[in-house]
């Protein structure tokens, strides 16, 4: 299979230019690798020296969209996967996009994800939440799944994801206009549609994030968002009980290790997912001024508002 790679950049330092080498280096070459950067000025050209199968297209902050922008690279490509990344995702060897491709070998499957790997510096709460939500054990997901998994059926992470071209094609590709949460929305468009999401153990990138209690409270408020603005996807999805078995789980997992101190920290955490989670379910019926406060991506909101 022919594969191509999709990142939309920001700002790059140092990773970026880590990030390309060891795509550079994988057992399946990448035959274009597609940088969507935001704001012209913020991009080192020098990055691309030497590099012939990497190119940068450059749009305005204002045009920037999550599920925009990566359809519209996704429409660049010919190739008959396109693996969209983040720019601090790390691959973890050289077997990356080969693993990720090989479930495509079942017609049935649209869609796959890596696993994600917690960074060095990444604390313990959240190293335990990486391997909940990425354990050891492959698995390809399918709308006869819904009744046991819920809303994680859906599941599936742009930090890194492989999605089959014609049917992404074929079934309208990301939500043009989204706060973010493109890659779930379109997953589950793909379930719906009769298509299976494959979960890539084999896949690994280094990825994880130290968020406070309050940036997991904007990010949640966020995700409710999304959903709230996709019933067609979401609604009457059960979502909450998977959340619940992660707290009861991490709290497990504190005691396990020894450091029954750090459920103070599991407990702050799930507060601020669940108070930004229910106050984006109902951010409808919230002033404009108390959804400010509340989103992580004010320009969605700007966007709106024009």
């Not at 990720?100 to 190293?127: M, T």
């Not at 997991?216 to 909450?240: C, K, T, W, Y």
Request: glycine fraction near 8%.
């Amino acid at each position: 299979m022919k594969v191509d790679v999709l990142i939309p950049v920001y700002r790059p330092d140092g990773r970026l230019a880590e990030l390309l080498d060891r795509l550079e280096r994988q057992s399946l070459p990448a035959g274009r690798i597609i940088l969507m950067n935001t704001e012209e000025q913020y991009f080192p050209e020098k990055l691309l020296e030497g590099r012939r199968n990497t190119e940068v297209h450059h749009l305005k902050k204002a045009q920037f969209d999550h599920g925009g922008t990566r359809d519209r690279g996704i429409r660049m490509s010919d190739a008959d996967l396109v693996v969209c990344m983040t720019q601090d995702a790390m691959p973890a060897d050289d077997r990356l996009l080969e693993e990720l491709a090989k479930p495509f070998g079942d017609g049935r499957v649209w869609a796959a994800y890596a696993r994600q790997l917690p960074a060095p510096d990444c604390r313990e709460v959240e190293r335990f939440t990486r391997s909940f939500n990425y354990p050891e054990q492959s698995a390809v997901k399918g709308a006869e799944d819904l009744p046991r998994l819920g809303i994680k059926t859906f599941f599936c992470s742009n930090v890194c994801a492989a999605w089959r071209r014609d049917k992404y094609e074929e079934l309208g590709g990301f939500a043009k206009r989204t706060i973010f949460n493109e890659d779930m929305i379109f997953a589950g468009t793909i379930v719906q549609a009769g298509g299976r999401i494959a979960y890539c153990a084999q896949a690994q990138v280094i990825h994880s994030h130290n968020y406070s209690a309050l940036q997991q409270f904007h990010r949640n408020f966020d995700l409710a968002v999304s959903q709230a603005m996709h019933p067609e996807i979401f609604g009457g999805i059960r979502s909450e009980s998977e959340g619940i078995r992660l707290v009861k789980r991490s709290m497990e997992h504190c005691v396990r290790i020894g450091k029954p101190w750090l459920i103070l920290q599991v407990v702050s955490q799930s507060a601020g997912k669940f108070l930004g989670y229910r106050l984006g379910q109902r951010y409808r019926s919230l002033p404009g001024g108390i959804v400010m406060r509340c989103t992580m991506n004010r320009a969605f909101w700007q966007g709106a508002e024009e």
